[in-house]
């Protein structure tokens, strides 16, 4: 295998349908020699503005233009201090510029990056933007979001059932520009192997799109084909915020080398109910021992000593010394007992949808990426909804090849090639929706 990466790629950033600026923005940059990409691996990151803060749009641009130039400048010694410094000096262009200008105060930005390095893959991020690793028609979230909802589930607070009612779904607990300083997290490195799919987007895909839909598309088409059809389902439910997709697809890969915290994390050991018994027997044993001894030893060196013998205080001594072991004994056992009925409630605060998660341990959930039938009627249906308003819209599209498109993909769904399905449904899909942006952007 060569000793770079085949990466292919596609990025595309959306308005929406209800916004009347685009706030979202993006950066990609391939390294071009061997000596780059030994030490800082391709980079990818999107930015979403803060639609709530103060020009969100130029924090978001000021991100991207600074992040990948402080990325690649800066002399670090490992790849996520690298990113971790990258993203900081991001966070300070954005605050300067803010203190610069009464009227950028408190702007600010989300940050998810992705660097592709020769120990794997790491996650830099601030916000609620989503970074995903697409395996085996499984696809897992590799970031954590900051947001009040997956805040109050990690506390224990909330479930993934319920938090919807208890809090608001748009509020985030973190971001890039309205403080000096910032809390960022580096995850990885993540294992990489050629067939993985990267997905990197903004919370106005998310919010539309399951993860099983993100996950499905961008395992069975090709990038470009996988974020315009992403983007357009988006649309299609609403479009209500910017939205930002990137896709990566890894078609060959060097030896990653290294531990990578996915299949090389080291695992606390696990007690079970019949070992914790035997511990405790045991433990109990060598008290009742230790008790005994101590009564024996003290008992007979007071004998001696009523009875005149000095000597009777080589008795006297180790026991005092046992009573002394086992105080310090029975009080690291109160410890113990203290510690262990403290982890319950811990392993509790960390459930998530897809499983229960360790505390801070990507990945954070995982779901299905397969292609479903429901989604493959799904297509169809938006497929026909926007043939017929075409027809009765009088939009200048081809007719013809909508019809050829839709008889492609339905004889791939009867010949069990969903992926075929989704393809022919993607383009046909794509050509209806550039008329509908032509008709309800023009203004």
Known sequence: MSDQPLVQYASRTDVGMRRAANQDSLAVRLCTEFVEWQECGHLFAVADGMGGHSVGDLASRITVDTLPLAYFKMDAESVPERLKGAIVAANRAINDKARENPEFADMGTTCSTLALTPLGAFVGHVGDSRVYRVRNSEIQQLSFDHSLQWEMIRQGRATMENVDMLHPRNVITRCLGPDQNVNIDIEGPFHIQAGDQFVICSDGLTGHVSDTEIGAVAANLPPADATRLLINLANCRGGADNITVVVANIEAYPTVSGELVDIAA??????????????????????RWSLLAFAFLATFGLVELARGQK??????????????????????????????????????????????????????????????????????????????????????VDFAELTDLNRKSVDAAEKKKPDRCVLYRAKAIDELMKELYAKTRRN
């Open 266 to 287: 080291p695992k606390a050991p696990v007690v079970t109910r019949k070992s914790a018994a035997a511990a405790a027997k045991k433990r109990t044993q060598i008290s």
């Open 311 to 396: 000597w009777g205080l080589l008795f006297i001594c180790p026991a005092l010394i046992l009573g002394f072991v086992r105080l310090i004994f029975a009080a690291s056992k109160k410890v113990e007992v203290e510690v262990e009925e403290q982890e319950e409630p811990q392993s509790k605060a960390s459930q998530l949808r897809g499983g229960s998660i360790p505390a801070l341990k990507s990945p954070y959930r995982a779901a299905s990426a397969a292609i479903e039938n429901q989604f493959l009627e799904f297509l169809a249906e938006a497929q026909s909804e926007l043939t017929q308003a075409a027809k009765d819209n009088g939009w200048q």
